[in-house]
């Protein structure tokens, strides 16, 4: 039987920077590629990509909430949980999860002052999800201390080190954001709040 469990979580969890754990060995790999892709238009988003991912989960360390997941091909890749996605107690040994995650827009961004890469300075979780997000999606806004690296003026995306330290490429909301990005070259600290979706069903 499948249902829906609606988490307000970040699609850092399993969208961006994984560092994928090969069995007995703690070498980073290449993060497992998404079953399916899909764009939806999301109203105040615009154009949103939604990565299907399919994964069976194989534990989890609630102190340091280190998550193992396991591909269909047998690949391992671990994740840290945020706080967000709350008892991670909920999830069994060996169920097979489906996870879509939407890596949403930047919505605002400028030259940091303070903090260091890496660090969430505030999270705000939508439980109503946003008008036009695919049904099932928790969202949250996050604004996060982290290093620029590229700006495409062309494509309207934005290259940063997400919480997880994974490099992810998000699109810019509006022209605004794009020429607040004049404030940061690549490799300053910069301030960045975005919007992300996450939507997990666990098959049992």
Do not use: H
Not at 33 to 56: I, M, N, S
Not at 153 to 166: I, K, L, M, N, Y
Request: hydrophobic letters at 45%; aromatic letters at 6%.
């Amino acid at each position: 039987m499948m249902f829906s469990v609606r988490r307000n979580v970040a699609a850092a969890v399993v969208a961006a920077g994984l560092a994928q754990i090969a069995p007995g060995t703690a070498m980073a790999q290449l993060r497992p590629a998404p079953a399916e892709v899909e764009t939806v238009f999301v109203e105040g988003a615009g154009q949103v990509t939604v990565l299907t991912y399919q994964a069976r989960f194989v534990s989890a360390d609630p102190v340091t909430r280190r998550v193992v997941l396991e591909d269909p091909s047998g690949r391992r890749w671990a994740v840290l949980a945020p706080p967000l996605l709350g008892d991670l107690t909920f999830f069994r040994n060996g169920e097979k999860l489906i996870i879509r995650a939407a890596p949403g827009v930047v919505t605002a961004l400028g030259k940091a002052r303070q903090g260091k890469p890496g660090e969430v300075m505030k999270e705000v979780v939508l439980d109503a999800g946003l008008p036009g997000w695919p049904e099932g999606f928790g969202v949250r806004e996050v604004t996060l201390t982290t290093i620029f690296v590229a700006l495409n003026p062309g494509a309207g995306t934005v290259t940063f080190e997400g919480p997880d330290g994974g490099v992810r490429t998000v699109r810019a909301a509006n022209d605004k954001v794009l020429a607040d990005l004049q404030q940061v070259q690549p490799g300053d600290l910069a301030q960045i709040t975005y919007l992300e979706g996450l939507a997990i069903n666990a098959i049992r």
